[in-house]
């Protein structure tokens, strides 16, 4: 799997978008980028996935570039419950059935 | 989205006992599930892959004997920690994918004193 480069933290105002960056400029075209957060003393939680549009959901948009070689996962009205360690992950759908390899993804703090 | 359900949540046991872990896929049939573990301000760690009807793989470094792992069905892992350690205290937690996303359970806090 590609490696990816994430910052290892990240501050937002409660109510602004929190945008948070992913690197993965070795990505093959086969490769989808996923997101999780993982929220103090919880499991992993999905929030999204994508190959190579831009992706939407109810939790967060992705945002890839054009070459594929960064995403952004944007949280639209930040809360205080959405302060977590987020991870950004680069698996091939051939291997959907293997274990994700966890980086150590960013804290994001969200404070009022 | 899919529910991976994990019991029991925390759970303290003296040193030298025997804990079991559940895992349990609720709404959908996996073949394969995963454990992991995660030590205070860590990422988590993948331990073992818990293959259903066959053996369980084992990452580089972890006690086979130690952590037994059995998947008697498409909807159930278990992982036993056996003689356990205060070194084996950690939060552990198991996953398993409804293709192509990976859901967690809960994660299981084990404290042992």
């Known amino acids: 799997d590609a490696k990816t480069t994430q910052p290892p933290s990240m501050d937002c105002a409660e109510g602004r978008a929190a945008n948070l960056p992913c690197n993965h400029s070795?990505?093959?075209?086969?490769?989808?980028v996923y997101w999780y957060r993982q929220i103090h003393s919880q499991g992993p939680q999905y929030i999204i996935h994508?190959?190579?549009n831009n992706e939407t959901n109810e939790m967060a948009s992705l945002i890839i570039t054009e070459d594929r070689k960064s995403s952004t996962l944007i949280l639209p009205h930040a809360t205080l419950r959405d302060t977590a360690v987020y991870y950004c992950?680069?698996?091939?759908?051939?291997?959907?059935?293997?274990?994700?390899?966890f980086g150590k993804g960013t804290t994001l703090s969200v404070s009022s | 989205g899919a529910v991976v359900s994990q019991h029991p949540s925390r759970v303290i046991c003296k040193s030298g006992t025997s804990v079991k872990i559940e895992c349990r896929s609720l709404?959908?049939?996996?073949?394969?599930m995963f454990w992991y573990r995660q030590f205070p301000k860590q990422s988590l760690m993948l331990m073992a892959t818990?293959?259903?009807?066959?053996?369980?793989?084992?990452e580089q470094g972890v006690e086979k004997d130690k952590f037994l792992i059995n998947h008697a069905s498409l909807t159930l892992s278990t992982l036993t920690v056996t003689s356990a350690h205060p070194e084996d205290s950690s939060f552990y937690i198991c996953?398993?994918?409804?293709?192509?996303?990976?859901?967690f359970g809960q994660g299981t806090r084990l404290t042992v004193v």
């Open positions: 996953s398993a994918s409804d293709v192509p996303v990976a859901f």
């Open positions: 992950i680069v698996r091939s759908r051939n291997q959907a059935g293997t274990a994700l390899i």
């Open positions: 818990s293959n259903e009807g066959s053996k369980a793989t084992y």
């Open positions: 994508g190959l190579k």
């Open positions: 070795t990505i093959s075209g086969n490769e989808y």
């Open positions: 709404d959908f049939q996996a073949t394969t």
